[in-house]
């Protein structure tokens, strides 16, 4: 191609006999697939009906091809419109997915929070409840019989027996 000039070539086809010379863009082998094709169609309708000339022949191929190139165009349209609609509807959800990554990771932050204040407070009143333990374990009354008696116990012995009384 030159610049902005469109080479176009010239290709000769035969049809129904007679020789025409084509001015096109399109490769040779296309023109002439096409020449072809349309020989054969009016040949085929011509050999089918005396009455059909070769004017009328050359009309109802014509007719046919613009009634397939308007389906094939909207057809066409039809498949654009769906497609644009598909994108539009894939931009949609790709946003949605992406506040719903969004919220998905602000809401693990929030239960990584919640779970190291809940694991620093299980373990601020568990040490509090085993001094508690200490106290009352190392220095526990107990009364029997109107009388007070001190005594010590084995811390180990006391969650065993603590914790048997809770099975």
Do not use: C
Not at 88 to 110: G, V
């Amino acid at each position: 191609m030159q610049s902005g000039k469109i080479n176009k070539k010239r290709v000769k086809i035969n049809v129904l006999g007679v020789d025409y010379t084509i001015l096109t863009e399109n490769d040779e082998r296309y023109v002439l697939d096409i020449a072809n094709k349309i020989d054969k169609q009016a040949n085929i309708m011509l050999n089918s009906n005396p009455n059909i000339t070769n004017i009328m022949s050359m009309i109802l191929i014509a007719m046919e091809y613009g009634d397939e190139l308007n389906k094939e165009k909207q057809t066409s349209e039809n498949l654009r419109i769906k497609i644009n609609e598909y994108i539009s509807e894939t931009s949609k959800l790709k946003l949605e997915l992406n506040k719903a990554q969004n919220r998905i990771e602000k809401l693990n932050q929030s239960l990584k929070k919640t779970t190291e204040e809940n694991r620093i407070f299980e373990n601020k009143i568990l040490k509090k409840n085993n001094n508690n333990t200490k106290k009352s374990i190392t220095h526990n009354t107990i009364t029997s019989n109107n009388s007070e008696v001190e005594t010590e116990f084995n811390k180990d012995e006391y969650l065993q027996f603590f914790n048997k009384d809770l099975d």
